[in-house]
């Protein structure tokens, strides 16, 4: 009887564990079960990351938006066309962040980001070359690549 209990709990384990090999310190826990969390949940905090990203650079634009007016290539700092379109960035990026953190439609959000942030890249890279700032945007465009592709999504309110 305690051989079948060892045995019902070995299955279990397996059927519990990631395919393929396992890390070798999760190696020495048995199970793998904390990598099999850490796949779990790493798709919800890609898109919350991604979601806070977006809604830190979203409200920084609302709350200052003169400092974000050199970043729009082809009209003067000072026109207020460049201020309407700072502050409509940045209500754009806001809605996206907020949308990202409590999962309502996070897959269309992702995919918007992604186009938004494929805009800012190529925009700034024409305009002043590749910078560290480039880098970042293409980080973050990659991240939110990464939200749309993914699946496996936990605490969403709306898929």
Do not use: C
């Given at each position: 009887?305690?051989?079948?209990?060892?045995?019902?709990?070995?299955?279990?384990?397996?059927?519990?564990s990631p395919p393929g090999p396992v890390a070798?310190?999760?190696?020495?826990?048995?199970s793998g079960i904390e990598l099999a969390v850490a796949q779990a949940w790493a798709p919800t905090l890609a898109r919350v990351v991604l979601g806070l990203v977006l809604l830190w650079f979203g409200v920084h634009e609302l709350v200052q938006p003169s400092l974000w007016t050199g970043y729009v290539p082809l009209l003067g700092p000072t026109s207020k066309l460049v201020l309407v379109l700072v502050l409509f960035h940045g209500w754009v990026l806001s809605v996206l962040g907020v949308a990202l953190i409590l999962g309502v439609a996070p897959r269309l959000a992702a995919a918007v980001s992604v186009l938004l942030l494929a805009e800012v890249v190529v925009s700034l890279t024409l305009t002043a070359g590749f910078?560290?700032?480039?880098?970042?945007?293409?980080?973050?465009?990659?991240?939110?690549?990464?939200v749309f592709a993914g699946h496996g999504q936990r605490l969403l309110l709306r898929d």
């Amino acid at each position: 009887m305690a051989r079948r209990n060892r045995l019902n709990r070995q299955a279990a384990r397996a059927v519990t564990s990631p395919p393929g090999p396992v890390a070798p310190e999760l190696a020495t826990t048995g199970s793998g079960i904390e990598l099999a969390v850490a796949q779990a949940w790493a798709p919800t905090l890609a898109r919350v990351v991604l979601g806070l990203v977006l809604l830190w650079f979203g409200v920084h634009e609302l709350v200052q938006p003169s400092l974000w007016t050199g970043y729009v290539p082809l009209l003067g700092p000072t026109s207020k066309l460049v201020l309407v379109l700072v502050l409509f960035h940045g209500w754009v990026l806001s809605v996206l962040g907020v949308a990202l953190i409590l999962g309502v439609a996070p897959r269309l959000a992702a995919a918007v980001s992604v186009l938004l942030l494929a805009e800012v890249v190529v925009s700034l890279t024409l305009t002043a070359g590749f910078s560290d700032i480039v880098a970042r945007d293409f980080g973050v465009m990659g991240l939110a690549l990464a939200v749309f592709a993914g699946h496996g999504q936990r605490l969403l309110l709306r898929d």
